[in-house]
T-cell receptor
Framework: SAVISQKPSRDICQRGTSLTIQCQVDSQVTMMFWYRQQPGQSLTLIATANQGSEATYESGFVIDKFPISRPNLTFSTLTVSNMSPEDSSIYLCSAPGTGGTEAFFGQGTRLTVV | AQSVTQPDIHITVSEGASLELRCNYSYGATPYLFWYVQSPGQGLQLLLK??????LVQGIKGFEAEFKRSQSSFNLRKPSVHWSDAAEYFC???????????FGTGTKLQVIP
C-alpha cells in the first residue's frame, strides 16, 4: 500500500489569490494524479503528473490555472491560481500502490474561496 | 473511453437490513474495478477491488462485490448494514495497466435506526 500525506487539510482563501497544495507519498511512484471534487459531486481528474515531464491535463483544465510541479518521485504540488468561489472544492492527490493496480488517495484539501 | 454509471444517487436502508449498490461500467477490455467509500469530511478508502479470477470479491467492513461481465456490472453488497456504514460510495474503473481512475457519480447511503 501507499501512504499519502496531503497538506493543508483545509483552507479559506480570498478570491484572486493562489493556494499551493502539497502531496507526499511514502514510496517512489512514477505517476501521481490530482482530482477535484466539487460540492456534492464525484471526483474529476485534473491532471496526471509524471516525474521528469510536463503534467498532462484533462479537458477543461489548463496549466495556467492549475500549475503542477513534480520535482521527484515522492512529491508533487498543485497550485490553484487566481481563485474564485467556483474553485471551492476538495482537491485530492492519488498515487498507485505497488504493482500499479490500485489507487491510493490523500485525505484531501478542502478549499473554500470567499 | 471508460465510464462508470451509478444509477442510485441516494439510498436509505434500515440498520440491519441488506444493501446492494449498483454499478455499471463501460470499457473495451477487462477492467480493473474498485469500490471506494468516503465518510463525511474524509478521504477515500478502498473497500475492494477486482482484477481477475473469482468474480465474487470480499472486501473490508463486511462488503463484497460481484463482477458480471455479461451485464457489465460490479454491484456492491452487504448482508447487514451498520449505522457507521452511512457514507458516500464510489465505483471506479481503471483500464488495463495503471491508468487514470474514472469514478462514478457516487451513491449516498443513509442508514436509519
Amino acid at each position: 500500500s501507499a501512504v499519502i500525506s496531503q497538506k493543508p487539510s483545509r483552507d479559506i482563501c480570498q478570491r484572486g489569490t493562489s493556494l499551493t497544495i502539497q502531496c507526499q507519498v511514502d514510496s517512489q511512484v512514477t505517476m501521481m494524479f490530482w482530482y477535484r471534487q466539487q460540492p456534492g459531486q464525484s471526483l474529476t481528474l485534473i491532471a496526471t503528473a509524471n516525474q521528469g515531464s510536463e503534467a498532462t491535463y484533462e479537458s477543461g483544465f489548463v496549466i495556467d490555472k492549475f500549475p503542477i510541479s513534480r520535482p521527484n518521485l515522492t512529491f508533487s504540488t498543485l497550485t490553484v491560481s487566481n481563485m474564485s468561489p467556483e474553485d471551492s472544492s476538495i482537491y485530492l492527490c492519488s498515487a498507485p500502490g505497488t504493482g500499479g493496480t490500485e489507487a491510493f488517495f490523500g485525505q484531501g484539501t478542502r478549499l473554500t474561496v470567499v | 473511453a471508460q465510464s462508470v454509471t451509478q444509477p442510485d444517487i441516494h439510498i436509505t436502508v434500515s440498520e440491519g437490513a441488506s444493501l446492494e449498490l449498483r454499478c455499471n461500467y463501460s470499457y473495451g477490455a477487462t477492467p480493473y474495478l474498485f469500490w471506494y467509500v468516503q465518510s463525511p469530511g474524509q478521504g477515500l478508502q478502498l473497500l475492494l477491488k477486482y482484477f481477475s479470477g473469482d468474480t465474487l470479491v470480499q472486501g473490508i467492513k463486511g462488503f463484497e462485490a460481484e463482477f458480471k461481465r455479461s451485464q457489465s456490472s460490479f454491484n456492491l453488497r452487504k448482508p447487514s448494514v451498520h449505522w457507521s456504514d452511512a457514507a458516500e460510495y464510489f465505483c471506479a474503473v481503471v483500464g488495463g495497466g495503471y491508468q487514470k481512475v474514472t469514478f462514478g457519480t457516487g451513491t449516498k447511503l443513509q442508514v436509519i435506526p
